[in-house]
Nanobody
Framework: QVRVVESGGGLAQAGGSLRLSCAASGRTFSFYDMAWFRQAPGKEREFVAA???????HYADSVKGRFTISSDNAKNMVYLQMNSLKPEDTAVYYC??????????????????WGQGTQVTVSS
């Protein structure tokens, strides 16, 4: 079994920054990719960013240049540094682990385990 728990959400002003953390436990040693998704009110959940154990990253176009995903493999931690926040970044942010060790995460169908979510609210 795998468990992922997010923390670090909150309220920020437009142009500000927040850092999200995700703690993974269980059979995480075999996972290649970890990712962040988000769901805004009235919208579908969408991919934000992913990182492999080798450090390779990929991002949604909407956050490129503003968000940075990083990880500490020894601690099974994944982070999302969010800079230059915009009101449209307001959403519940979810940490995600893949369905299998070799699955790369690009979309919801690639995810096997979800965290409970953490709210990020950006005021204008």
């Amino acid at each position: 079994q795998v468990r992922v728990v997010e923390s670090g959400g909150g309220l920020a002003q437009a142009g500000g920054s927040l850092r999200l953390s995700c703690a993974a436990s269980g059979r995480t040693f075999s996972f290649y990719d970890m990712a962040w998704f988000r769901q805004a009110p009235g919208k579908e959940r969408e991919f934000v960013a992913a990182i492999s154990r080798s450090g390779g990253t990929h991002y949604a176009d909407s956050v490129k240049g503003r968000f940075t995903i990083s990880s500490d493999n020894a601690k099974n931690m994944v982070y999302l540094q969010m800079n230059s926040l915009k009101p449209e970044d307001t959403a519940v942010y979810y940490c995600a682990a893949p369905r299998s060790a070799i699955t790369l995460i690009y979309k919801e169908e690639d995810v096997g385990y979800w965290g409970q979510g953490t709210q990020v609210t950006v005021s204008s």
